[in-house]
């Protein structure tokens, strides 16, 4: 028999992901006012192809297409963006989670350790955005230097959501509430492949 408390976490959840489907779709149909011109959401289609979860990697990006155009940097920049308000918004519901009441010790680490990894995946994508952002102020600069810092960030990144992922594995927590965070936090690490992915893209045409 569930305790209480798992079914209070699980409404907890379930509420958040209502949220978060109603944000993406009050944002999709912003997107289907402006009518982005066919040839953005065509490049977008095509650019995802390179990545590791293309459908996920087009419905993230082309509600944004009449910002992203046909490039290649914006594509990526965007990419970026995207996986850092889905990894924020992960991290504050992990930490809530964490403060929680009732939650058995090893839960309560396994949350801990996730937050902190979390933590740093968001640090790091903010110091890759800033970094991309660089490259729009017209100054001199090694662009080769910079977006190898940048691919290093966000793959430092990548293995802390995976390394946050892992710890959910086994026997941590409730198998509901385990299958529930897990999902988020596998969402978040399969937005920042994508992400990696349209980068490593991007540098291979600038260069």
């Known amino acids: 028999m569930e305790s209480i408390f798992s079914k209070h976490i699980l409404k907890f959840l379930l509420i958040s992901l209502i949220i978060s489907s109603y944000t993406f779709s009050t944002s999709a149909v912003r997107s289907v006012r402006s009518a982005p011109p066919k040839t953005s ?15 996920l990697c087009y419905n993230s990006l082309s509600i944004h297409a009449s910002k992203i155009q046909t490039s290649p940097q ?34 309560a680490a396994a949350m801990k350790d996730c937050v902190e990894e979390l933590s740093e995946s968001v640090d790091e994508l903010r110091d890759s955005i800033g970094e991309m952002n660089k490259f729009n102020k017209g100054r001199n600069y090694n662009f080769k230097i910079m ?27 409730n198998g509901k509430l385990k299958a529930v965070v897990r999902s988020q936090i596998v969402n978040v690490a399969q937005l920042t492949s994508n992400a990696l992915a349209l980068i490593n893209k991007y540098a291979l045409i600038h260069g």
């Open 41 to 55: 959401t065509d490049f977008i289609r095509r650019s995802c192809r390179a990545t590791t979860y293309p459908r």
């Open 74 to 107: 914006l594509l990526a920049g965007t990419a970026l963006n995207v996986t850092l308000s889905s990894a924020k918004t992960t991290s504050t519901m992990l930490l809530n989670l964490s403060l929680s009441h009732g939650l058995k010790p090893r839960e």
């Open 147 to 173: 977006i190898n810092d940048i691919q290093t960030w966000v793959s430092a990144a990548l293995t802390d959501e995976n390394t946050c992922s892992d710890g959910f594995l086994g026997h941590t927590m």
